[in-house]
Nanobody, 127 residues
Framework: QVHVVESGGGLVQAGGSLRLTCTAS????????MGWFRQAPGKEREFVAA????????YYTDSVKGRFTIVRDNAKNTLYLQMNSLKPEDTAVYYC????????????????????WGQGTQVTVSS
């Protein structure tokens, strides 16, 4: 059985930093593409960042480029999202997702290609 669990969310002031952690088990983590998505109140869930199985390829949505970094540690079955220079617009529930049978090099940027999801962790950025 696959278990995907996010942690590290919280309340921070604008300009601050936060690191989200995703721990996955039962997923064949080292061969899966992984991604982060977020959902703000009243909005659809949107893509944030993705990383391929080896960590050699990463993608980011334009609004977080230069501020967020996605990293994976396959030895620990763990995924991270380092978030710097946070803005109120980043406030959302953040979800970790795994793609068990990914593309060879390019991690997916669409929700429908991911098979397993965590429960989400709340990130709130105050003005």
């Amino acid at each position: 059985q696959v278990h995907v669990v996010e942690s590290g969310g919280g309340l921070v002031q604008a300009g601050g930093s936060l690191r989200l952690t995703c721990t996955a088990s039962g997923l064949a983590f080292s061969s899966a593409a992984m991604g982060w998505f977020r959902q703000a109140p009243g909005k659809e869930r949107e893509f944030v960042a993705a990383i391929n199985w080896s960590g050699s390829t990463t993608y980011y949505t334009d609004s977080v480029k230069g501020r967020f970094t996605i990293v994976r540690d396959n030895a620990k079955n763990t995924l991270y999202l380092q978030m710097n220079s946070l803005k109120p617009e980043d406030t959302a529930v953040y979800y970790c997702a795994g793609d068990r049978f990914p593309r060879r090099y390019s991690p997916a940027q669409v929700e429908g290609e991911y098979d397993y999801w965590g429960q989400g962790t709340q990130v709130t950025v105050s003005s």
